[in-house]
């Protein structure tokens, strides 16, 4: 599926009637998830994320912007952000499936319809600008509502789209094409705009205008063709302003991330609080405003355990708080992961899983009457829980008293047990779905010849690939028998006992899997493929046995020791 997101700002952050009525012709289209709804007092504006197929989010954000241009006057704003129009900036996204250049395209389609349509100055910026200048929103915004009349009476400020002729109640607006942006706020102990716009210009990087004399006050110096010299920051990537936030009684240094390949969000915080201090302030916390990918997340947090000297081999969640407390994202409002993470949105109320039950309901389940979940998922559950033994023992080892040299490589071995963990994970549902559709497969029709062929050939394809889910699970349990074995051997000795265990549940999961397998193969009329699999299972098998004893003989060393 072809996904992207679209993140409108409406200036409109105090009547959530209005607003309200924006986003419901956005929920009105079919195929378009409204992810998120982010109304600012101060800024009187509002953030709104969706995302759907191309088609779709387009039409909603016409009718967003269509809404927009009826409900809010213009005239009438104040807010302390930089504004020009009803509807602001409306970018969009490439999520899934869409390159930036089929984004363009839809931005250019959708500005041109703007324009015409509703008779809005449109100008497109980043990726989508015709005019390399425009790719700067700031310089699409330059002078802003106050400041648009004059604009569209010169040559440079005609539209792309629409006609240069000034609404006051609507403004213009400004469609683009761009990468995922996030908005991020750090929190300052301080009231003053001025020193939260210095620790701005020290890290955005644009950076500051270089004045002779006085730093403040001094006159701006000049190039030989009279254009300011300006003295980068120290983010590339960064844009950022300070400003004071009433609603809060405190500064902010206001920023967008326009690049987290380049500045991480963890980055931009670590330096805003470098630079905060060295100017006599203190950062005490961040706000996010809008939505960020779950990666961004979780690369902050393992940055903040990596300074701790701590394993990062630990569930996402931890992680997560992690990077919530370190950066004080509760500060103003609360931060719920479910509510402020891309990915976490978007999977809304998924299908129950096998794995979201509790012990005594996947048991329950178990034993019922229905034969799935079976052997292979609960196979694939005893190596998660083998390895999962390993992990453990790997992060005691990595907090043990006396060993912090060797933190980062029992750190590494965490991670490497956390992946197994939850790939098999994945697998006890996947197994117990390999099956339904064998199941499917001999429901199908088979009246005609056409019919019987083609339910064959389903219920082969589909018993082929309950046998190579089983061999899955069988192949990473033996793998997991090897870092379970390095913990037994390199490990605290006092979790010697729990490699042991671990060992028994990865080498369970093997043989149990393996059953799965050559009870799944003996049905298939492939026969290449079965003696091909039964082979490399024989030897996965007594591997595994292998790597069992040896790893036994160790923990009965150790704990006889």
Not at 36 to 63: I, L, M, Q, S, W
Not at 533 to 541: L, M, V
Request: include cysteine; glycine fraction near 8%; charge should be neutral.
């Amino acid at each position: 599926m072809k996904l992207i997101e679209c993140v409108p700002n409406f200036s409109e952050g105090r009547n959530m009637t209005i607003i309200k009525q924006i986003t419901d012709v956005i929920e009105d289209v079919d195929g378009v998830r409204l992810l998120d709804v982010d109304p600012g007092k101060a800024t009187n504006r509002t953030v709104v994320t969706f995302v759907g197929e191309p088609e779709a989010v387009c039409e909603a954000a016409f009718r967003a912007v269509k809404k927009a241009s009826e409900l809010i006057d213009m005239s009438r704003h104040h807010g302390e952000h930089p504004r020009f129009g009803a509807t602001d900036v409306l970018p969009l996204i490439p999520i899934a499936g869409v390159t930036m250049d089929e984004t363009v395209a839809c931005a250019r389609q959708l500005g041109q319809r703007i324009g015409q349509t509703l008779q809005i100055p449109v100008y497109t910026y980043e990726h989508a600008a015709f005019d390399e200048r425009r790719r700067n929103l700031a310089y699409c915004r330059a002078g802003e509502y106050e400041g648009l009349k004059d604009k569209l009476a010169t040559p440079e400020g005609k539209p792309d789209f629409g006609p240069a002729v000034f609404h006051p109640r609507t403004g213009a607006i400004a469609v683009g094409a761009r990468h995922f942006l996030i908005a991020y706020n750090v929190n300052l102990n301080t009231t003053s705009t001025r020193r939260a716009n210095a620790v701005a210009f020290d890290v955005r990087e644009k950076g500051r205008p270089i004045r002779e004399g006085n730093p403040y006050t001094g006159r701006k110096k000049t190039d030989t063709a009279g254009r300011e010299i300006w003295q980068p920051g120290l983010l590339k990537a960064v844009k950022g302003i300070g400003w004071y936030i009433e609603e809060y009684g405190i500064a902010q240094v206001s920023m967008n991330l326009t690049d987290l390949a380049v500045t991480p969000l963890h980055i931009a915080f670590e330096t805003v609080c470098e630079r905060a201090q060295a100017r006599g302030l203190r950062v005490t916390g961040s706000e996010l405003v809008g939505l960020l990918p779950l990666q961004a997340m979780l690369d902050a947090g393992r940055y903040f355990l990596t300074k701790q000297r701590r394993s990062t081999g630990i569930p996402d969640e931890e992680i997560i708080k992690i990077a919530i407390r370190t950066m004080g994202l509760n500060e103003l409002s609360p931060f719920d992961p479910k509510k402020k993470i891309i990915e976490y949105v978007m999977a809304g109320d998924p299908s129950p899983k096998l794995t979201d039950k509790t012990l005594t309901g996947f048991a329950n389940e178990t034993a019922g009457e229905s034969p799935a979940p079976g052997g292979g998922s609960v196979a694939a559950y005893i190596g998660a829980l083998g390895v999962a033994l390993g992990g453990m023992v790997a992060n005691l080892s990595a907090h043990k008293p006396g060993w912090d040299e060797h933190w980062k490589t029992f750190s590494d071995v965490a991670e490497k047990a956390k992946d197994y963990m939850n790939r098999l994970l994945s697998l006890v549902d996947e197994d117990t779905r390999a099956f339904r559709r064998i199941i499917d497969a001999f429901a199908l029709p088979k009246n005609t010849a056409a019919e019987k062929n083609a339910r064959k050939q389903a219920i082969q394809t589909a018993t082929r690939y309950a046998t190579e889910v089983p061999f899955q699970v069988m192949s990473l349990c033996c793998d997991c028998l090897q870092i379970i074995k390095t913990m037994a051997e390199t490990g605290n000795p006092n979790s010697a006992s729990d490699a042991g265990v671990g060992a028994l549940a990865a080498r369970a999961g093997v043989r149990g899997a393996w059953l799965n397998v050559k009870i799944n193969a003996r049905a298939l009329e492939d026969r290449t493929f079965t003696e091909k699999i039964i082979h490399e299972g024989e030897t996965i098998i007594a591997q595994a046995e292998q790597l069992e004893q040896e790893i036994l003989t160790t923990v009965e060393q150790t704990i006889n020791h």
